[in-house]
């Protein structure tokens, strides 16, 4: 840019300088032409003696002055012809800087490299080209990831790792571009003779190194132990805590990208310890208070009786919660109402263990002497006749007072008077108020969808009524989404579930459960003129005639599952009733006014199946016995369309894809002088 001119910072014009001549000796001056002196005595200068025998002499001040004045003016020059010099030189270094920077305008400085790879006079995106190229070359050998004696191989592709071109171009430009005049002419002087790399910098990509940290934490993690008290017989002992130790996932993920810039291609696991939450200091107190509480019996009064329970009793009744550090201290008696769940949850780090008795334990405990005391509550039910809901009010009930129970025992046992508490009665509240429900707007019947099926079949009739009453009385709240399988259950047979013909593989089979896809399509078309959002619904594999056309809905735990959202303005009650040969389920709420159509297309894309041929000795040869019908494979669509008065509020397009089911034939080989019969179906 500058080449062949001056920068133009440097001075325009030239600076003349002369450099006075350094006398060899010091001279008397010539006596100027004066007048002559009058022959009058003069007054003699006190510094000065006169003696006419001698020459004129300069006394030792004047001496020593010349002498200053001489010196002064050689030191002064002196200076004067270094700094000179110096500004000589700076210049000719500027004027080279100032060459070199036209020369490497938009590169990057020679002699600069990025790791092992040089990029010097290189513009960033031929050097950004360079990187890229070198790395993916490199990168598809394996590094060794390295914990202890673990180790694992890793290639750059693995873990998504790829050189941060931007960041590693950016600091070789800066190379001789930062700092000072002086400074970027040592850095470009540096680069040039003896060469300058800056690291090459390398990113990856945190999810797909993701199964392979997995995979390394399962050998690095080792949990931490808290410090707990576990009770033998009526003895409590504090066992110690552990720290444990997790992944650093992070600096791990950065240490193997590093690795892949290394002369050694080694990386190292990094991993942080994990301190236990609760330290043995933050158990003592709990370990002495459990000492005192099950140091002896207690006795227990209500209404003139009393019961004692032994030390054993007691030692068993023994309970100790998790509670944060830094709250201010628990007393015991707390524990009768704290919540293990919200106590130990939260951000709280450090936790502390709290001693105290267990109300539903102390309650076994005395359960005798509670027998028949006061009265349960009694929650607010929903009845619904005739499409409408009544509501059975709650009621208040009342029974011991387990928890201001274990709160009296526990400051008993820990005191220094009897070890003894009286038990109260208090009033037991119901999970439902009448108020609660009226608020949950379960007033009208939304929708109600009845199916048949044959009694024939006693197992799947039974399994049938089964399901249906696991899913009576069931509520949905608004906006919340039901799951047939959450809800319902596995179906086992502890349960008293049987086995019952079931589509299996798109083959029917006895299964545990078999019928329980009566209830999904039931519920699904309930469901449908509900007119409610389906979230989840699945066709069975084959055609089942006697369902709706492409209106049913299969079910399996573990499998298909059949889910819908409540968008109503209130909650949802469901309802179910049975005979042994229909099932009718109904959707009870606040209505919302929807008004639903549908269109069914007919069966397209047919699909013929197979007929499967076995043998049967005992069958005459050339008999044919159906013994499991074929079912064509088709495809059907239903569209539903939702309106409320003139606004349409959703189109569904619902698409059935049946799979051909095979024909299962039995051939007869027995032979016969009968003439072979016609092809039969029971």
């Known amino acids: 840019m500058y080449a062949g001119r001056l920068h133009p910072n440097f001075p325009a014009k ?15 001056p010539d006596t100027p032409d004066t007048p002559a002196v009058p022959d009058t005595p003069a007054t003699p200068d006190p510094a000065v003696t006169l003696d006419a025998s001698e020459p004129p002499r300069i006394s030792r001040s004047d001496r020593s002055s010349a002498r200053h004045h001489v010196g002064a003016s050689t030191t ?7 700094a000179i010099c110096f500004a000589a030189v700076l210049g000719v270094l500027i004027l080279a800087s100032a060459v070199d920077v036209a020369a490497t305008q938009g590169k990057v400085h020679p002699g600069v490299a990025v790791g092992d790879v040089s990029v010097g006079s290189m513009t960033p995106q031929a050097a950004r080209d360079a990187l890229s190229a070198a790395f993916e070359n490199g990168s598809k050998a394996p590094v060794a990831v390295v914990f202890g004696e673990e180790r694992w191989k890793v290639t750059g592709a693995q873990i998504g790792a790829r050189v941060d071109t931007t960041a590693s171009i950016t600091a070789a430009m800066a190379v001789g571009r930062t700092g000072g005049v002086l400074s970027m002419v040592g850095q470009r002087v540096s680069a040039l003779f003896g060469g300058t790399s800056v690291p090459m910098l390398v990113i990856g990509d945190a999810d797909k190194a993701a199964p392979l940290l997995n995979k390394i934490a399962s050998k690095v993690a080792i949990a931490a132990q808290d410090a707990s008290i576990t009770v033998e017989g009526t003895s409590p002992r504090l066992i110690p805590a552990k720290a444990g130790r997790s992944l650093d996932r992070d600096k791990t993920l950065a240490a193997i990208n590093t690795a892949f810039v290394t002369r050694e291609r080694t990386g190292v696991v990094v991993a942080r310890p994990m301190p236990a939450t609760v330290v043995d200091a933050d158990a003592r107190q709990a370990l002495t208070d459990a000492q005192q509480l099950m140091s002896g019996p207690v006795r227990i009064a209500f209404e003139g009786k ?6 054993e009793q007691v030692a068993g009744s023994v309970m100790f919660l998790r509670v944060p550090v830094v709250a201010p201290a628990m007393e015991l008696s707390s524990l009768a109402t704290a919540s293990a769940e919200t106590t130990a949850s939260g951000a709280y780090e450090r936790m502390a263990l709290v001693a105290g008795f267990e109300p539903s334990r102390l309650g076994q405990a005395i359960a005798t002497m509670t027998a028949g005391i ?7 039910a929903f009845v619904a006749t005739d499409g409408s809901v009544k509501i059975t009010p709650s009621q208040v009930g009342n029974g011991p007072d387990l928890a201001g129970l274990a709160t009296d025992l526990a400051r008993a046992c820990v005191g220094t008077g009897p070890r003894e508490a009286t038990l109260r009665l208090s009033e037991t509240q119901p999970k439902l108020t009448t108020e ?19 009694s024939s079949n006693k197992a799947r009739v039974d399994n049938v009524h089964l399901l249906a009453s696991a899913l009576d009385y069931k509520l949905i709240p608004p906006g919340g989404i039901f799951s047939f399988n959450a809800t319902a259950g596995e179906r086992t047979a502890a349960k008293g579930y049987q086995e019952a013909p079931a589509i299996v593989n798109g083959k029917l089979v006895p299964q545990l459960g078999g019928g329980v896809c009566q209830v999904g399509t039931t519920f699904f078309n309930t469901v449908f003129f509900a007119g409610l959002p389906v979230v989840e619904r699945r066709n069975h594999s084959f055609y089942i005639s006697h369902y709706p056309k492409g209106r049913d809905a299969t079910v399996s735990w573990g499998g298909p599952d059949l889910k819908f959202k409540n968008d109503t303005a209130g909650w949802i009650l469901i309802r179910t009733a049975f005979t042994n040969t229909s099932l009718t389920v109904s959707l009870y709420g606040t209505n919302p ?6 269109a069914t297309g007919a069966f397209t894309n047919p699909v013929p199946f197979k007929v499967v041929e076995t043998k049967d000795p005992k069958l005459a040869k050339g008999a044919r016995v159906v013994e499991d019908a074929g079912i064509t494979g088709r495809r059907i669509t239903v569209v539903r369309t939702v309106s409320k008065g003139t606004t349409v509020v959703r189109t569904d397009t619902f698409v059935s894809t049946y799979k051909p089911k095979d024909e299962v034939v039995r051939v007869g080989t027995k032979p016969s002088s009968t003439p072979a019969t016609a092809t039969v179906t029971p």
């Open 14 to 28: 030239a600076v003349a300088v002369s450099i006075p001549e350094v006398p060899e000796a010091l001279e008397t």
């Open 76 to 82: 002064g020059t002196r200076a004067r012809f270094v």
């Open 306 to 311: 009393s019961t004692t329970l032994s030390r």
């Open 374 to 380: 006061g009265r349960p509550a009694r929650d607010a």
């Open 436 to 454: 609660a429900a009226r608020a949950m707007g379960v007033s009208d019947r939304i929708s109600t969808f009845t199916t048949t099926y044959s």
């Open 593 to 598: 006014g929807y008004t639903v159509t549908y």
